[in-house]
């Protein structure tokens, strides 16, 4: 049964680390790229849930706003700086996670937790070495708030009362609402961009969710987040293949600070639990 779980979220890895790729090649408004997908997406889940009830509550409208705009920042992101900034910029999220519970439980983060906060900075830091023209500094900086948003959507679903299902279903639809005054900015006769734009909302978010829910109740959460970790790495190799964009050698090293940190503080938080 684990081995299955886990070939469920290698497929849901894979799924997601398409994002960057396809996002490069849909044409037109960052908004509406991710409305679009959002709702074809919305539609996948109606089809696989077999119906549309979401559950409506304080929690599941915050985890849904934070959604909307980690999607929608990552989009934006992704059209301006490089995918590899945007993905792993925005993996920053469970350490903004670990500021967000001591903000929460009013207290001071432990020596663990300083230094992994301390060593994701410092990878994140590690961008801005990097020789960026205006486009690529505000890419990178939508990046980090898209990462901001996601720990959001984490804090937010972990708390009593919350549901990421109905979260994410809510998420799509808000997407969608407010991308519908920049449907117009979008280029419908491109067939490419309009396959990526389908590709997006079926496989790299549709899909993907199917295949994580399904993989996410069958094995460990802890190495389940490990495994996610591989989009970050994987997101940017289909990029250079395909796009033939690379990464400045700082935001290299920042990139492997980064996912290193993050991969420890899963193994650390796992050990103390």
Not at 43 to 70: D, E, H, Q, W
């Amino acid at each position: 049964m684990k081995n299955k779980g886990y070939i469920y979220i290698l497929i849901t890895v894979f799924l997601w680390s398409t994002g960057g790729i396809l996002i490069k090649y849909t044409s037109g408004n960052a908004i509406a790229i991710n409305g679009i997908r959002s709702l074809v997406a919305l539609g996948l889940f109606y089809l696989y849930k077999r119906g549309l009830k979401i559950k409506i509550n304080r929690y599941v409208i915050l985890a849904a706003f934070c959604l909307m705009m980690t999607n929608t920042l990552y989009v934006i992101a992704n059209k301006m700086t490089t995918a590899a900034n945007a993905i792993v910029l925005q993996y920053l999220a469970p350490i903004f996670v670990l500021l967000w519970d001591c903000i929460y439980h009013k207290r001071l983060p432990s020596l663990k937790q300083f230094i992994l906060v301390l060593m994701a900075f410092s990878g994140m830091v590690l961008f801005f070495f990097d020789q960026l023209d205006g486009g690529k500094l505000i890419g990178n900086c939508l990046a980090i708030c898209a990462g901001l948003c996601f720990s959001g959507v984490f804090f937010v679903n972990s708390l009593p009362e919350s549901s990421s299902e109905d979260a994410s279903m809510l998420g799509f639809l808000l997407s969608f609402i407010v991308a519908i005054p920049f449907l117009n900015q979008m280029d419908y006769t491109n067939t490419v961009s309009n396959i990526a734009l389908l590709a997006l909302g079926i496989f790299q978010v549709g899909l993907a969710y199917v295949f994580f829910s399904k993989g996410s109740k069958m094995t460990n959460p802890v190495t389940t987040s490990l495994i996610g970790l591989l989009e970050a790495v994987m997101n940017p190799i289909w990029v250079f293949l395909f796009y033939g964009e690379t990464m400045g050698t700082y935001a290299l090293m920042g990139s492997a600070v980064i996912i290193f940190s993050v991969a420890l503080n899963t193994i650390w938080t796992a050990k103390e639990a």
